[in-house]
């Protein structure tokens, strides 16, 4: 379980980006994280995984493995001179404690098998991503936080990609914790969305924010 | 040639700097840092200057003195995280105020040329002993946290959340590239060290090949600049600096034209 309390974060003592924040993750749960740009999203889930230091309150993660997959265009030197198989490598070598998943296991189960020896600047956007789920799988993660999974990357990835989560939260019950900017992918996938805006977040289930935000928006391709 | 001991020194610390200086110069320049050694070759002036002021060997006095600077630096990029740059200038400033005032003041007597332009003539087997003691734990350490380095480099923030400790490896490094710098100044000189860090790489980098390759095609580069820079500075009585840093722009420009030219070419 993951629990915020009384949670409050200013960067270098200005003004608070985020106010007594309070929110409870349970086991099998798939939170999207909403708000517009700079509501501090992604500041949050830094917090979670001990990036960022609260200024008050209390964060309580009891999962084993927690696995993060950043925001790929953010992140990625394109040029880097790095296979798929060098990226999975490194992260399996680095482990404190040997892991069981096994290389090829997670490239086949993301439909990168055959892409081994591909270097990262000739993958697509969605190949990239779903690299970097592979690499989090690797530590079989009880809870998974991603951020802005589906940003830049072609609309069938993004299916194949949301399909993927869903059932590793429906069938192998991992916990999910996604900053969306997707709102439609966000609606489909969650259990339930934190909504936060002007630095205060509040919990509401996808079709009480249908009702009260997107009414007629949603697709169905998601 | 190979029959003058000061050229079997030579060869034999060379044998080691190019192998050393891609193997941390990948890991600057993917960290756009290549200019780090530069800095820190003028830095290893003040710690040459103060070795010579205490009677001690320079290549041991060099490196004491570049691992407090180079720890400076990390500790300094935390502050100065926009203007990185910034941190370079400061650490020249104050490393080459130290050693001007040093040598200019008459308290050490050096031969200056031969630390700036580099200079086979003045390799001793002392020397020679230990550019053998920092390699062989540099070249262990780096393999030693290999895939840790890789890591870190590739994306930092991935490294801390899988639970490396960044910020100690990247110390460690630090001194790495301290050890790196002071075994390499008696051959290639403070002038031109950051040319045998970065052109190797950069060459090995234009051939788009996995990080492991990119770095053994980046020690080839450089043991095929330094073996030649030495052999033509001892026939043309020229400084090796000099020679290896045009060996190193010459062989980056064979490596550019034969991917843009043949390379494409046979692609057609």
């Known amino acids: ?95 404190k404690k040997s892991l069981t998943v096994k290389i090829p296991d997670v490239l086949k189960l993301l439909h990168l098998n055959g892409k ?5 600047g000739q993958l697509s956007g969605g190949q990239c991503q779903k690299l970097f789920i592979a690499r989090a799988l690797l530590g079989n993660p009880k809870l998974l936080i991603l951020d802005e ?74 | 040639m190979l029959t003058y001991s000061f050229m079997q020194n030579a060869f034999l610390i060379s044998i080691f700097i190019a192998v050393l200086c891609p193997v941390i110069g990948i890991f600057l320049v993917l960290r756009r840092y290549s200019m780090i050694g530069d800095t820190l070759s003028h830095a290893s002036l003040a710690g040459i200057a103060l070795g010579m002021l205490f009677q001690e060997n320079p290549v041991l006095s060099a490196f004491l003195a570049v691992s407090v600077f180079s720890v400076i630096i990390e500790w300094l990029r935390k502050h100065f995280r926009t203007y990185a740059e910034l941190i370079l200038v400061i650490i020249l ?4 105020g130290i050693a001007i005032t040093l040598l200019s003041s008459g308290l050490v007597h050096a031969n200056i040329d031969s630390l700036m332009f580099g200079s086979i003539l003045t390799v001793t087997r002392a020397d020679f002993y230990w550019v053998l003691f920092f390699s062989a734990i540099s070249l262990f350490l780096v393999y030693r946290f290999y895939s840790a380095l890789v890591f870190i480099v590739f994306d930092e923030e991935g490294a801390t959340i899988a639970g490396l400790d960044v910020k100690l490896i990247n110390y460690l490094f630090a001194i790495l590239v301290a050890a790196t710098i002071s075994i390499s100044i008696r051959i290639v000189g403070i002038l031109v060290i950051s040319a045998l860090i970065a052109l190797p790489i950069a060459a090995a980098l234009q051939l788009e090949m996995s990080f492991k390759k990119t770095l053994c095609y980046g020690i080839l580069f450089s043991y095929i600049d330094i073996f030649s820079g030495i052999i033509i500075s001892y026939w043309v009585n020229a400084a090796p600096g000099g020679i290896i840093a045009l060996n190193s722009v010459l062989l980056l420009l064979c490596v550019l034209f034969y991917k843009y030219k043949i390379k494409a070419k046979l692609l057609q």
Not at chain 1, 162 to 183: A, M, P, S, W
């Open chain 2, 93 to 96: 400033s104050l490393s080459i």
């Open chain 1, 149 to 222: 999974p589906s940003n830049g990357i072609d609309r069938q990835s993004q299916i194949e990609i949301y399909g993927f989560l869903r059932t590793l939260n429906r069938q192998d019950k991992t916990t999910i914790i996604c900053v969306e900017h997707n709102l439609q992918a966000a609606v489909k996938n969650s259990t339930a969305l934190y909504h936060i805006e002007k630095g205060h977040g509040h919990i509401c289930l996808p079709q009480q924010y249908i009702k009260e935000h997107l009414k007629n928006d949603i697709g169905e391709n998601y």
């Open chain 1, 1 to 95: 379980m993951l629990k915020i309390n009384n949670l409050y974060f200013s960067y270098n003592n200005q003004r608070n980006l985020l106010i007594n924040i309070n929110l409870t993750v349970n086991h099998g749960d798939y939170i999207s994280i909403i708000g517009s740009n700079g509501s501090g999203k992604s500041t949050l889930i830094r917090l979670i995984l001990g990036l960022l230091t609260p200024d008050s309150g209390t964060i309580e993660n009891t999962y084993p493995t927690t696995a993060y997959v950043p925001q790929r265009f953010n992140q990625l030197n394109t040029h880097f001179p790095i296979t798929v198989n060098e990226v999975l490598n490194c992260y399996k070598k680095v482990q």
């Open chain 1, 116 to 120: 081994e020896n591909t270097l990262i």
